[in-house]
C-alpha cells in the first residue's frame, strides 16, 4: 500500500464507453481517474476489435476491387501479401489512435492510472500495477466499463496454438490455407471475410438457420448471396461435434443436416460465438452491484447499477455490445453522476456488419415488429435501380424503411450494400428526430449516390420512387396532412 | 316522444357536481320546481329543482356520478317546460334524440336500477374511481370535460375502454432528442405531451406549454390535489393492505385551496390572552343570548372584536394583486369561522361583523354551523370573507399554526384555554384562564410587527373590553 488517493469520478475500463465518459464527466467539471491495464485507453476496440479488424477489412476490400477491376477489362496480377507489414500498418493504426486517447487524457488533467482495479467496498477501489504494486483509491462514484471478452468453445476446448478467437485472428500470424469459422454472427463473418480476402478457403458454420440470426432475412439475403461463391462452405444449422489435433492441422466433426460424418481437416479455427461480459475479478461481491445469471450489470435507466455509488455502461449492461451503445452510455452515466436528469434512451441503436457488402439496420425492424405484434409498413428499394450502384457493378443492395402505417413515421432503417455502414447513419438520424417518410423524401438527396435509395425508398412509402415502378394500391393522400 | 331534463345553471360558480341522491325514480310523475336531485358542489350541497313536469321515463344520473351542467339527468315524456329559459331539451335536433334513444336503449338494463341505495354501485363506481386516480396525471386534469355524459358513463363501466384521451404511444415518441431531453429535464414525461405538428410531431413549444398546463391545473383549480407528474407514488399495497377512497369534492377543494395557500410565505405569531373576565361575562350573559336563539361562545366574542382590530389594521382585511402590483383593500369585514363537518372542513361567512353586536353574531354563527352540518349551507353564505377565525379549543391542543385561507392574507387561531398560574405585580401566582392564540399572516402583505400589534390588540380588547368602545 504505498500511497491513497481520492477522486470524484473512477472509471474502471478505458474502452470507448469508459473514455467517452471520463471525457464527458471531465467536460462536466468533474475530478476523474481513469483505469485501464493498457498503456493508453482503447479497449479492445482499439486494441483487439472495432479498429484493427476495420484497417483489415479495408485491406480485404482493396483485394477484391482489384480482383473484380476485371469486369471493367482492367487486369491485375495476383497481388502479393507482406504479413509483416500488414501487421506493421495495423499496429501503426491502433498505436496512433491509442496514443492519440492518452495525449487527450493528458491534456485534459483527466488521471490515467495504468493498473488492474477492483472494489474494496463500494467506494474504495484497490489498484495493481504491473510491477505488483498496490494503491487504494478512494471514491465518490465509480463507472465500470470493463467490458466483454469473446465466449470460449467450453465443452470443446483444446489447447492449440491453431485455435483463435477473435482477438488471436487479429494478430494474424499466417494465412491459413483452411479456416473454419465458427459462428455466422458478425464477427465471425467479418473476420471470414477477411481471411477469404487474404485467399483462405473460409468455411462458416452457424448452429442457427440463417447467418446474422436476429437481422432481417432480406437484409441477411443479399449478404448470404455475395458471400457463396466467395468462401468454400456456408453451413447452416450446423454446429461443431468434435475438434482433435491431427497431423498438420485440426481434424473437426461437425454435426448438422449438410454437414458429412467424417471429420474435415483445418489448418485453423476461429471461434466467434459471441462475448461475455467481464463482470467477474473485479470485487463487485464487495459492492451492492447486482448482476444476472449471464453475469450481465444491471442498471437503471441513468446506468446506475443497484449500488448507488457504482454505474455500468457497454458491454457489461448487455445487448448489443456494440462500441458507440458503450459511449453513449458513459456520456449519460457522466451527466447523472453530474446531476443532471438524464437518460439512456435511444430510439435506434444502430448495427452494422462490415462485411462486403456491408449490412446495417436501426431501430425497429421487420423481424421484432412481427415479434412483437407491431403493424408496421414497409417499403424496399433494390439497388439494381440505383444508377451509383450500378457505376459500382455492387446492384445486390437493398434499402429499406420501417414505418408507422398510420403516421408514416420512420421506425426502423436496414441497408445491405456496399457502404451501407456510413449510410445507416442518416437512418438513425431521422429515426431519432422522429421523422417521417414525407421529411425524408422530400429532403433532397445528392445524384448519383447510394444515399439516394434512402429517399426512394421513402418515395416508395408514398408509389412515388422515380425510378421503381409499383402498382399503386392507394391514391396518395395529400402530404403533411394533420 | 321522451324528452331530456338536463341539468340546469345553477349559479355562477357552478359547472359540475357529484350527485349524493337521486329524489326520483321512473314513473314518477314531476313538476316545476320539485327537488331531484342532490348535488355536492365545491363547498355545498344543493338540491336541484326540476325546471319541466312530465312523468320520469329513465334517469340518466346516478348517484356518486360528477355531473355538469348541460349533462342529462332524466327522460321524461308529456308535460313541458317549467320554464321558458330552459329551452336545451327542445332545442335538441332530432337526430341527436335518436341516437341517446338508442344509446338508452343499449345500457338501458343498468339504469333502470334507481340508484340511490344500491351499494354495488356505489362500490363499481369506487373501483371506477380507483382505476381513474391510477391513470397519469394528463388525462385526469381533462376530466371535467372527459368525464363522460351519464349514458356513455354507463356503457364506459361495461367495455372499460372508453376512456376519453388519446391512450399513451408506444414505440418512439415523434420528437427529436433535444425535445426528449427538456421534457426529462421539466419533469414532463414525453408520452404524454400532445404534439401540434404533422402526424402529431412534438416540438419544444409543446413540451412547454403541456407543462404550463399541467402546472396551472396543479397549482390552480382545475384539477384537485393531484401531484405534479414527477411525484409518482410507491406501490403502497407492499408494506400492507391498502384501500383507495375518492376524494369527496370538500376534501378536494380543501386540498387544492391548501396547496395555492401554501405558496404564500406565512409567519405564525403567539400570544396568550388573560381571559378570566371574559369568561365571567360570557357565563353571567350566556342566558340572555340564549333566549335571543344563539350561543355565546369565545369565538363569537372574538369575530366581535376582529371587525374592530380590521378596522384598525386595514392591511390584514386586503389581498395581494402581484399581476397589477396592487394591494386590494376590502371596506367590508366578514369573517369566516372554521366548521368541523363530517365531510371536511367548510368554512361559512358572517358579514359585515363590525356592524353587529355580539348577540346578533352569536345567532347567525349558531345558525350558519348548523346549516353547515346539515350540509345546507348555499354557496353565497361561503363566498366573500375577508379573514378567517379557526377554534379548535373545543378539541384541545396548546397552539397550533393555522393556514391563511388564500387569496385572504391573516387567520387566527384559538387553542384551548387553560388555568395558569400567573404572576402578579405584588408578587404573587394568581389562577388566570389564559387563552392561546396563533395569528398567521401572509408575510408578503404584513410585516413582523404589525402581526404582533394586531394579535396583542386583540387580546388587550378581549382583556379590557371597555377598549372596544374607545377604539371603534
Known amino acids: 500500500m504505498t500511497e491513497q488517493a481520492r477522486t470524484r469520478v473512477a472509471i474502471i475500463g478505458g474502452g470507448p464507453g469508459g473514455y467517452a465518459a471520463a471525457f464527458m464527466a471531465n467536460d462536466l467539471g468533474l475530478d476523474v481517474t481513469l483505469i485501464d491495464v493498457e498503456k493508453n485507453p482503447g479497449g479492445v476496440c482499439l486494441y483487439r476489435g472495432c479498429i484493427p479488424s476495420k484497417a483489415f477489412l479495408h485491406v480485404a476490400r482493396i483485394l477484391t476491387e482489384a480482383r473484380e477491376a476485371a469486369y471493367w477489362g482492367i487486369a491485375f496480377d495476383e497481388p502479393k501479401v507482406d504479413l509483416n507489414r500488414l501487421r506493421e500498418s495495423k499496429d501503426e493504426v491502433v498505436k496512433r489512435m491509442t496514443g492519440g486517447l492518452g495525449q487527450l487524457c493528458k491534456s485534459r488533467k483527466i488521471k490515467y492510472i495504468q493498473g488492474r482495479a477492483s472494489f474494496e467496498d463500494s467506494r474504495t477501489l484497490s489498484i495493481i500495477h504491473d510491477d505488483g504494486a498496490t494503491e487504494r483509491l478512494e471514491t465518490d462514484y465509480t463507472i465500470l466499463a470493463t467490458g466483454s471478452r469473446p465466449t470460449p468453445l467450453s465443452e470443446l476446448f483444446l489447447e492449440s496454438p491453431r485455435m483463435m478467437d477473435s482477438t488471436a485472428a487479429l494478430q494474424m500470424e499466417d494465412i491459413p490455407r483452411n479456416l473454419l469459422v465458427v459462428g455466422g454472427g458478425y464477427i465471425g463473418l467479418e473476420l471470414g471475410t477477411v481471411y477469404a480476402a487474404m485467399g483462405s478457403k473460409v468455411t462458416i458454420v452457424e448452429k442457427e438457420s440463417t447467418l446474422l440470426p436476429g437481422a432481417d432475412p432480406d437484409l441477411v439475403e443479399v449478404l448470404h448471396k455475395r458471400l457463396e461463391p466467395f468462401v468454400e462452405r456456408i453451413l447452416l444449422n450446423t454446429s461443431v461435434a468434435s475438434i482433435k489435433e491431427a497431423r498438420g492441422g485440426l481434424a473437426v466433426t461437425l454435426e448438422g443436416k449438410e454437414a458429412e460424418n467424417k471429420p474435415a481437416q483445418f489448418d485453423r479455427v476461429l471461434v466467434c460465438i459471441g462475448r461475455r461480459p467481464n463482470s467477474s475479478g473485479v470485487g463487485l461481491k464487495n459492492t451492492r452491484v447486482s448482476l444476472t445469471d449471464g453475469g450481465l450489470v444491471e442498471v437503471d435507466a441513468q446506468r446506475r447499477t443497484k449500488d448507488p455509488y457504482i454505474y455500468a455502461i457497454g458491454d457489461l449492461t448487455g445487448e448489443p455490445m456494440l462500441a458507440h451503445k458503450a459511449s453513449h452510455e458513459g456520456r449519460v452515466a457522466a451527466e447523472s453522476i453530474a446531476g443532471q436528469r438524464t437518460a439512456f434512451e435511444p430510439n435506434a441503436i444502430p448495427a452494422v456488419v462490415f462485411t462486403d457488402p456491408e449490412v446495417a439496420w436501426c431501430g425497429l425492424m421487420e423481424k421484432e415488429a412481427e415479434a412483437k405484434g407491431i403493424e408496421v409498413k414497409v417499403a424496399r428499394f433494390p439497388w439494381a435501380a440505383s444508377g451509383r450502384a450500378a457505376t459500382l457493378n455492387r446492384p445486390e443492395g437493398l434499402t429499406k424503411l420501417i414505418t408507422d402505417p398510420d403516421t408514416e413515421q420512420i421506425l426502423g432503417v436496414g441497408i445491405a450494400g456496399t457502404g451501407a455502414g456510413e449510410l445507416i447513419s442518416e437512418g438513425v438520424l431521422a429515426v431519432e428526430m422522429g421523422a417521417t417518410a414525407y421529411d425524408v423524401g422530400f429532403t433532397i438527396h445528392p445524384h448519383p449516390t447510394l444515399g439516394e435509395t434512402i429517399m426512394e425508398t421513402a418515395d416508395l412509402i408514398f408509389g412515388h420512387a422515380a425510378h421503381v415502378h409499383q402498382s399503386r394500391p392507394e391514391p396518395r393522400e395529400a402530404a403533411g396532412k394533420e | ?472
Open chain 2, 1 to 472: 316522444m321522451a324528452n331530456e331534463f338536463k341539468l340546469p345553471t345553477l349559479g355562477e360558480d357552478v359547472q359540475s357536481g357529484t350527485i349524493t341522491k337521486v329524489l326520483v325514480s321512473p314513473g314518477d310523475s314531476v313538476s316545476a320546481d320539485q327537488p331531484v336531485l342532490e348535488l355536492e358542489t365545491d363547498k355545498a350541497v344543493l338540491e336541484v329543482p326540476s325546471t319541466v313536469s312530465g312523468t320520469v321515463e329513465e334517469i340518466r344520473a346516478q348517484e356518486g356520478q360528477t355531473i355538469s351542467v348541460g349533462d342529462t339527468v332524466f327522460l321524461y315524456t308529456g308535460g313541458g317546460e317549467g320554464d321558458g329559459g330552459k329551452a336545451a331539451a327542445a332545442a335538441a335536433p332530432a337526430a341527436q334524440e335518436e341516437e341517446q334513444k338508442e344509446e338508452a336503449s343499449a345500457s338501458g338494463q343498468k339504469e333502470q336500477q334507481p340508484a340511490p341505495s344500491s351499494k354495488e354501485e356505489t362500490k363499481d363506481e369506487a373501483k371506477e374511481d380507483a382505476k381513474q386516480a391510477k391513470e397519469p396525471p394528463a388525462r385526469k386534469d381533462a376530466r371535467s370535460k372527459a368525464e363522460a355524459p351519464p349514458a356513455a358513463s354507463a356503457q364506459d363501466k361495461d367495455n372499460g375502454s372508453e376512456r376519453k384521451a388519446a391512450p399513451r404511444r408506444s414505440g418512439p415518441v415523434p420528437a427529436p432528442p433535444s425535445v426528449r431531453r427538456l421534457a426529462r429535464e421539466i419533469g414532463v414525461d414525453i408520452h404524454e405531451v400532445p404534439g401540434s405538428g404533422p402526424q402529431g410531431r412534438i416540438s419544444a413549444e409543446d413540451v412547454k406549454s403541456y407543462a404550463r398546463q399541467v402546472n396551472t391545473d396543479v397549482r390552480g383549480m382545475g384539477s384537485a390535489g393531484r401531484a405534479a407528474p414527477l411525484i409518482s407514488l410507491p406501490d403502497f399495497s407492499r408494506w400492507g393492505d391498502t384501500e383507495r377512497s375518492t376524494l369527496g369534492s370538500v376534501r378536494r377543494r380543501t386540498a387544492e385551496n391548501m396547496s395555492v395557500a401554501w405558496t404564500a410565505p406565512m409567519v405564525t405569531q403567539f400570544d396568550k390572552v388573560d381571559v378570566t373576565e371574559l369568561e365571567k361575562l360570557r357565563k353571567r350573559y350566556g342566558k340572555q343570548v340564549e333566549a335571543a336563539g344563539g350561543k355565546l361562545t369565545v369565538t363569537a366574542m372574538i369575530v366581535k372584536v376582529l371587525g374592530a382590530a380590521l378596522k384598525k389594521f386595514p392591511q390584514f382585511n386586503s389581498s395581494l394583486d402581484m399581476d397589477n402590483d396592487e394591494l386590494i383593500y376590502k371596506r367590508y369585514y366578514n369573517v369566516g369561522v372554521a366548521v368541523d363537518t363530517d365531510r371536511g372542513l367548510l368554512v361559512p361567512v358572517l358579514r359585515d361583523v363590525d356592524t353587529k353586536s355580539i348577540t346578533e353574531i352569536c345567532v347567525e354563527l349558531s345558525g350558519i354551523a348548523a346549516r353547515a352540518r346539515e350540509r345546507k349551507l348555499s354557496l353565497e353564505e361561503m363566498q366573500g370573507g375577508t379573514f378567517t377565525v379557526s377554534n379548535l379549543g373545543g378539541i384541545g391542543g396548546t397552539g397550533f399554526t393555522p393556514i391563511v385561507n388564500a387569496p385572504e392574507v391573516a387567520i387566527l387561531g384559538i387553542a384551548r384555554a387553560s388555568v395558569e398560574p400567573v404572576y402578579q405585580e405584588d408578587g404573587r401566582f394568581e389562577p388566570r384562564t389564559m387563552l392561546p392564540l396563533a395569528l398567521t399572516y401572509d408575510h408578503r402583505v404584513i410585516d413582523g410587527a404589525d402581526g404582533a400589534r394586531f394579535v396583542r390588540f386583540v387580546a388587550d380588547v378581549l382583556e379590557q373590553p371597555f377598549l372596544l368602545f374607545l377604539e371603534a
